[in-house]
């Protein structure tokens, strides 16, 4: 894998820092097109249940974010759903993390 650069790291970081703080199985950063990050943890709720990613993405799209540049999520899943990811920044690289912070795969447009 290629290096990360710094705006990457960052998104890792506050990814693992979500999932940490929150306890959840998975967290998720994505940034947009402007540079604005927005961290998120999964919602399991009795009448909504919701994925890190879709979260992330929906706190993006409530303020105003019209492309992302870059996604991350922290998971022990080796197939994670970025439909939502897609549906907003369709080229973004996804960078799929495990626990430990290590990048184990980018899912490109």
Not at 3 to 8: G, K, Q, R
Not at 39 to 62: C, I
Request: cysteine-free; charged content about 25%; overall charge negative.
């Amino acid at each position: 894998m290629s290096e990360l650069d710094a705006e990457d790291l960052k998104i890792i970081t506050l990814a693992r820092s979500t999932r940490a703080r929150a306890g959840a199985a998975e967290g998720a950063a994505v940034r947009d097109e402007t540079g604005r990050t927005y961290a998120a943890g999964p919602v399991d709720l009795p009448s909504l249940k919701l994925t890190a990613l879709q979260v992330a993405v929906a706190m993006a799209v409530s303020s105003g974010a019209e492309d992302l540049e870059a996604a991350a999520v922290v998971t022990e899943d080796e197939a994670p759903d970025i439909a939502a990811v897609r549906d907003l920044g369709p080229k973004a690289p996804v960078l799929v993390a495990g626990p430990d912070g290590s990048v184990r795969t980018v899912l490109r447009g």
